[in-house]
C-alpha cells in the first residue's frame, strides 16, 4: 500500500481460473502494474466489485488468457498495455457506470479478440487501444467524443462499427488496414476524418459525409475505390 490506496501487485498460485477477491483487509484495491505480465497459466479472471484500477501491462503476454470479466469491479481505468499480446484473449466484459478510461494500446495485437463494446462511461481512449486486434465488432459508448489515432489500426476481422454518441473527431490512421470493414455509417456530429483514417479498407464502398463535417483528409488512394462518396451541404471536398 501507498497512503491509503491497495494493490495487488503478483501471484504465486497454479490456478488457471482466478476470481479475484472482493476487498483486501475491507479495502478496494488496484492491480499493480505488471502484477500478471507472462503469466502463462491463467486463462480466466474474474474481476470482483473490490477491484477499481488494472494498472499498465497488468495482464501483458499472459499469452494463454482467453477471458476477462470486470462486469461486477467498480473499475474505473484500464492502463497502457494491460492486455497487450495477450493472443487468446477472446472475451472482454467491461463494468457498466465506473469505467472512464482505456489506455494506450491496452488490447494490443489480442488476435483472438471478438466483438468489444465500450461502455458510455468512458470518455478516454488512448491511442493505438485496439490495433492489431482480431476485433470483429466494435460498439463505440455515449461517453466517447473523438477516436483516437490509429484506435483499430491493422483490425483486419473488424466488419463493423457502431457509435452510440456523438463523435466529433475520427484520428489519423484510426481504421487503416481494416480489410473487412464495410459497414462504418459516420456518426452525426462529426466534425474532422484525421488522415487515412480508412486506408486500405478495402471493401468499404460507399461513405456518407454527415453535413457536420468541416475536415476530411481522406487519402486519393482510399477514395477511389469507393462506389460513391456522398456529401452534405457544408461537408468539404476531400
Do not use: H
Not at 495477450?86 to 467491461?94: D, I, S, Y
Not at 478510461?101 to 489480442?110: K, L, P
Not at 462504418?184 to 483514417?197: F, M, R
Amino acid at each position: 500500500t501507498d497512503a491509503a490506496k491497495v494493490y495487488l501487485v503478483g501471484y504465486a498460485g497454479e490456478a488457471t481460473d482466478l476470481v479475484l477477491p472482493a476487498n483486501y483487509q475491507g479495502k478496494s484495491y488496484s492491480i499493480y502494474a505488471n502484477a500478471f505480465r507472462a503469466e502463462t497459466g491463467i486463462r480466466s479472471v474474474m474481476l470482483s466489485a473490490g477491484v477499481t484500477g488494472i494498472g499498465d501491462n497488468a495482464f501483458r503476454d499472459a499469452i494463454r488468457l482467453e477471458t476477462v470479466d470486470a462486469s461486477a469491479a467498480r473499475l474505473t481505468s484500464v492502463g497502457r498495455e494491460a492486455f497487450r499480446d495477450c493472443a487468446a484473449l477472446e472475451t472482454v466484459r467491461f463494468p457498466s457506470g465506473t469505467l472512464t478510461e482505456i489506455g494506450e494500446r491496452a488490447f494490443y495485437r489480442c488476435t483472438a479478440l471478438g466483438a468489444v463494446v465500450i461502455p458510455d462511461s468512458v470518455t478516454v481512449l488512448g491511442e493505438a487501444t485496439l490495433a492489431g486486434s482480431g476485433v470483429t465488432a466494435i460498439t463505440v459508448g455515449s461517453g466517447v467524443t473523438a477516436i483516437p489515432a490509429s484506435f483499430a489500426n491493422a483490425c483486419a476481422r473488424l466488419a463493423q462499427i457502431t457509435y452510440t454518441g456523438t463523435v466529433t473527431a475520427i484520428g489519423d490512421a484510426a481504421f487503416t488496414g481494416c480489410v473487412k470493414l464495410a459497414d462504418a455509417a459516420l456518426p452525426t456530429g462529426l466534425v474532422t476524418i484525421g488522415a487515412g483514417a480508412f486506408r486500405g479498407a478495402e471493401r468499404l464502398l460507399t461513405v456518407v459525409l454527415p453535413d457536420s463535417v468541416k475536415s476530411a483528409r481522406l487519402t486519393a488512394q482510399w477514395e477511389a475505390g469507393l462506389k460513391s462518396v456522398e456529401r452534405g451541404e457544408q461537408a468539404p471536398d476531400a
